[in-house]
């Protein structure tokens, strides 16, 4: 008789289960970093994605002429001060749309743009004009900013303190507000000259 010893070989059913516990263990902290880390990424694409709409935003509306009054051709005249025949143009008290302009490619000064742009519900505030996104930034552009709502206010401001409601500034403050993101605001002074 020969002595053999009969070898065991595989894993038992408690390593087996061991083994399985320990294996879901790490797949589950590997799988909630790969999540955690997917939606931090979601939000810098998104944060990028904004700064780039309010950019392009704030440029156009810094291209336009101070007030309605202003000359369109260059700025030989600007409100508040005299033309070539010494009559003083005033600046505009009423801020806003001030012709049938409907598009923002039409608008020829700052503060027709003031509005919300997009979800009305979003803004802040409902006696802001209500406009498609589409007239803001162009009907094919819409598409990709489908999830943005643009607010856009304009005011005069006192920068120089000198107290007066109708100052050589205007306030421009464009908000942008994401669908689950916060909101996102730009401002710029436009002066003028």
Known sequence: MKGSLNTQRGLTLIESIVGIVILGFALSVLVSGVFTSSSTSHKAT????AATLGHSVVTDILSRQFDENSDPNGGKYRCGEKNGSGIRISCSMN???DGIETIAATFNDVDDFIGCW???SVCSSTSLPQYQLGDLIGVSNADEYKSFTVEITVNYNDVDNSGT???P???I?????GS???????SAYRGNY
């Open 118 to 120: 997009g979800e009305v």
């Open 180 to 186: 689950n993101h916060a909101k996102y605001t730009f």
């Open 169 to 171: 500034y205007k306030l």
């Open 95 to 97: 801020l806003g749309k």
């Open 46 to 49: 998104y944060q990028a994605q």
């Open 165 to 167: 409601v109708i100052t």
């Open 173 to 177: 403050r464009v908000t942008l507000y």
